[in-house]
């Protein structure tokens, strides 16, 4: 099991750009793919884009596609999830996810989730 935990959440203008990281510990990036997700105030959990590290597969939401791009400091075992371009629309608490096998879209694959950290985009 690896424990993820989130920060960098803030509130930006539209427009603007904002950086979300994931912290692990437990066991190596490596060894996982890696999700991100958002939650807007009633509404479904949505997937927002991922990566399997093995083998560098990415991707990403159509909503995010071109706007946010994911990437890892290894030596920190830390994933980071930079948003450009928000969108008030972008609004949510994101979370990280982990799972043992491929980079998928669906939240119910993933089997570690962090605490989530919320971001804020004005209009």
């Known amino acids: 099991q690896v424990q993820l935990v989130e920060s960098g959440g803030g509130l930006v203008q539209a427009g603007g750009s904002l950086n979300v990281s994931c912290a692990a510990s437990?066991?190596?990036?490596?060894?996982?793919?890696m999700g991100w997700f958002r939650q807007a105030p009633g509404k479904e959990r949505e997937f927002v884009g991922c990566v399997t590290w093995s083998s560098g597969f990415q991707r990403y939401a159509d909503s995010v596609k071109g706007r946010f791009t994911i990437s890892r400091d290894n030596a920190k075992n830390t994933m980071l999830l930079q948003m450009n371009s928000l969108k008030p629309e972008d609004t949510a608490v994101y979370y990280c996810?982990?799972?043992?096998?491929?980079?998928?879209?669906?939240?119910?694959?993933?089997?570690?989730w962090g605490q989530g950290t919320q971001v804020t985009v004005s209009s």
């Open positions: 996810a982990a799972r043992s096998l491929a980079c998928t879209s669906y939240k119910g694959d993933y089997t570690s």
């Open positions: 437990g066991r190596p990036f490596s060894s996982y793919a």
